[in-house]
């Protein structure tokens, strides 16, 4: 069973910054794609970016130049720095591990962006 604990949300104001981090309990050298996703209120559940193990990243176009995803194989853990955010960002940002045949995530972690 791969688990994926994620960390790093909270309350921000906008413009503020953010670091998540999705600790995973495998080798993520082996994942297919790491990725973060979120679903904000009463919305469907988005990519925000993912990393492949190719090295490929992809973002989507809402947080292209101000979020950032990364990893540390060492320490099989994934990051998304967020900076410039929006209250549009507001959501449950969740960690998914794509092994092409399984698809796991993670509890989730809550970002808000409000004065």
């Known amino acids: 069973q791969v688990q994926l604990v994620e960390s790093g949300g909270g309350l921000v104001q906008p413009g503020g910054s953010l670091r998540l981090s999705c600790a995973a309990s495998i080798s993520i050298v082996s994942v297919f794609a790491m990725g973060w996703y979120r679903q904000g209120p009463g919305e469907q559940r988005e990519l925000v970016a993912r990393i492949i193990s190719n090295g490929n990243i992809n973002y989507a176009d809402s947080v292209k130049g101000r979020f950032t995803i990364s990893r540390d194989v060492a320490k099989n853990t994934v990051y998304l720095q967020m900076n410039s955010l929006k209250p549009e960002d507001t959501a449950v940002y969740y960690c998914?591990?794509?092994?092409?045949?399984?698809?796991?995530w993670g509890q989730g972690t809550q970002v808000i962006v409000s004065s």
């Open positions: 998914n591990a794509n092994m092409v045949r399984n698809n796991y």
